[in-house]
Nanobody, 124 residues
Framework: QVQLVESGGGLVQAGGSLRLSCATS????????LGWFRQAPGKEREFVAA????????LYADSVKNRFTSSRDNAKNTVYLQMNSLKPEDTAVYYC?????????????????WGQGTQVTVSS
């Protein structure tokens, strides 16, 4: 059973930065694509970023391109989301998720395992 635990969320002013971490346990972490999603109040969950098993392929939503960067450390079984130039519209609960798909998918339905989420609040 794969378990995912996000951390690093918090309150930050617009223009600031945060780095989210997603620590994983269970089999085959190093072979799994990891994705990040977010859900704002009253809105559906949306794709943010994803990274392939070796970090060779990354995928980003247009809304976060050039501001967010996903990376991973397979030795630590951890994936990261560096978020820069944060905006109030980035406020949401952020989730990490894992899939066995080789090419990172943007659809949440392609992901099998999910973390519990971490709150990110960006004040204006």
């Amino acid at each position: 059973q794969v378990q995912l635990v996000e951390s690093g969320g918090g309150l930050v002013q617009a223009g600031g930065s945060l780095r989210l971490s997603c620590a994983t346990s269970g089999p085959s972490f190093s072979t799994r694509t990891l994705g990040w999603f977010r859900q704002a109040p009253g809105k559906e969950r949306e794709f943010v970023a994803a990274i392939s098993w070796n970090g060779g392929i990354t995928l980003y939503a247009d809304s976060v391109k050039n501001r967010f960067t996903s990376s991973r450390d397979n030795a630590k079984n951890t994936v990261y989301l560096q978020m820069n130039s944060l905006k109030p519209e980035d406020t949401a609960v952020y989730y990490c998720a894992a899939t066995s798909k080789v090419v990172p998918p943007a659809s949440e339905y392609e992901y099998t395992y999910w973390g519990q989420g971490t709150q990110v609040t960006v004040s204006s």
